[in-house]
C-alpha cells in the first residue's frame, strides 16, 4: 500500500515508531570527517526526517548496528561469568538496496555458516526491520549492478524523499497498522538505479587457479597498501573480529568478555600461538581479500560476498580500487597469462 505524508506528518509517525522502536537512519556528524573542516556521514538514532542524510552515500555501513564496533559478550568474576543484556526495543533501520543485500551476506555468515548460530548476532537481527531508501541513481564508485545487488523486495517498508514529503510503500503488516487514518493514499513502487559509472565483469571461478595466487598482480599492491584497515572496516559484509579479556582496574579478579572488528588487512591479524603469523605483506592480503569476496564465499553460498557498495574505494587513503582489482584479475584470467 502507498502513502504520500508531508515531513510532519512523517514525524508524526517516526515519534509514534520511536515507542516500540530504536530508529537507525544515516545521519550527518558535523566536523567528524576524514579531514579537517569536513563531515561524517554513518549511522545513529534519528527522531525526525529532517536528520536523515539520504543525499549522499554513508561513509560508513549499517553493519555495526547489528553487529557492534566493540560488543560485550559477557561479564566475569573469580567464580562465575553473567552474559550481557540488548534493549528490549526493535530496530527499525533506512537503509540502501545495496545493504540490504549485505546484511543478507552477514545473516549468512553468522548464522547459516555452520552447525551454530552466533546468538550475540542472532539477538539484535531478529529484532531489525528494513525501511529502504529508494536509490534511482549510482554514487561514486557504486558498482552494484555488476554485483547483482541494486534490487531487492525484502523490506518492511520503502521510501521516496521529496521537497517537503515522503512516499511510502509499506509492505509489514505492524507498520501498516500506523497509517490506518491516513487518507492520502499514492501509487508509488520504488524505483532502481540501473545503471553505475563503473561495470565490473566477475571473473568466471572456474578459471581461477592457484597460479593466480603467484601473479605479480599482488606485489603490486604490496608496493600500495599501507595496511590501515579502513577498507575492510567500512566494508558492509567484512565480518572478521577478534576478541580481548578486559580486567577492571578495582578488581582485576573481574572484567568482560568483548569482541572487536578486526580485518584481514590489518597487521597481527593472522598472528598465532608460538609467534607464527601468515599474509605478512600486504600484497598477500589484498589477494586474500579478493578471493574472499568474489570466490570462495560464492563457491559456498552461490552469490558474491561483495555488494559493489563502493566504500573501500571511498575510504583508502592510497586510492586503491576494489573494483579496479577485480577487473584486473579478469582480464588476468581471460589472457591467460596467470599460469607464466
Known amino acids: 500500500m502507498g502513502y ?3 515531513n510532519n506528518d512523517f514525524n508524526e509517525l517516526l515519534k509514534e515508531l520511536s515507542k516500540e522502536y530504536k530508529l537507525y537512519a544515516p545521519k550527518r556528524f558535523e566536523k567528524r570527517g576524514r579531514f579537517s573542516d569536513t563531515d561524517s556521514v554513518r549511522y545513529g538514532e534519528i527522531q525526525r526526517v529532517e536528520e536523515i542524510d539520504y543525499t549522499v552515500k554513508s561513509h560508513f555501513s549499517p553493519k555495526e548496528i547489528v553487529y557492534p564496533i566493540t560488543q560485550t559478550l559477557f561479564y566475569f568474576t573469580e567464580e562465575e561469568y553473567r552474559e550481557s ?29 555452520g ?23 549510482s554514487f561514486e564508485n557504486c558498482f552494484c549492478v555488476s ?11 520503502a521510501v521516496r524523499f521529496e521537497e517537503g514529503s515522503v512516499l511510502c510503500d509499506v509492505k509489514d503488516k505492524d507498520l501498516q497498522s500506523q497509517f490506518v487514518d491516513n ?19 566477475v571473473p568466471d571461478a572456474e578459471k581461477i587457479t592457484p597460479a593466480l595466487f603467484e601473479h605479480d598482480l599482488w606485489k603490486d599492491y604490496a608496493k600500495r597498501c599501507i595496511g590501515c584497515g579502513r577498507c575492510n572496516m567500512v566494508c558492509m559484509t567484512c565480518s572478521c573480529f577478534t576478541t580481548q579479556d578486559i580486567a577492571y582496574e578495582d578488581n582485576p579478579k573481574a572484567g568482560e568478555r568483548r569482541r572487536v572488528w578486526a580485518g584481514c588487512h590489518v597487521d ?14 600486504y600484497g598477500s592480503r589484498m589477494r586474500f ?11 559456498r553460498f552461490g552469490e558474491h560476498m561483495c555488494v559493489g557498495c563502493g566504500r573501500c574505494d571511498d575510504i583508502c587513503p592510497e586510492y586503491i580500487s576494489f573494483s579496479t582489482c577485480i577487473k584486473k584479475v579478469n582480464q588476468i584470467l581471460k589472457e591467460g597469462n596467470h599460469e607464466e
Do not use: W
Request: proline content about 3%; charged content about 35%.
Open 115 to 137: 552447525p551454530y548460530k552466533d546468538v550475540y548476532f542472532e539477538r539484535l537481527r531478529e529484532k531489525v526491520k528494513f525501511v529502504m531508501m529508494e536509490c534511482k541513481e
Open 4 to 6: 504520500r505524508l508531508q
Open 289 to 299: 581479500k579478493t578471493m574472499h569476496k568474489i570466490y570462495d564465499y560464492n563457491k
Open 147 to 157: 554485483m547483482g545487488s541494486n534490487f531487492t523486495d525484502h523490506y518492511s517498508m
Open 183 to 201: 487518507k492520502k493514499e499514492s501509487n508509488f513502487t520504488p524505483e532502481y538505479v540501473q545503471e553505475n559509472n563503473i561495470k565490473v565483469e
Open 85 to 113: 543484556q540488548v534493549h528490549d526495543k526493535k530496530i527499525l533501520v533506512f537503509l540502501r538496496p545495496c545493504d540490504i543485500n549485505g546484511m543478507r551476506r552477514l545473516d549468512t555468515i553468522f548464522l547459516e555458516n
Open 268 to 281: 597481527k591479524f593472522t598472528d598465532m600461538a608460538g609467534g607464527h603469523s601468515f599474509r605478512k605483506d
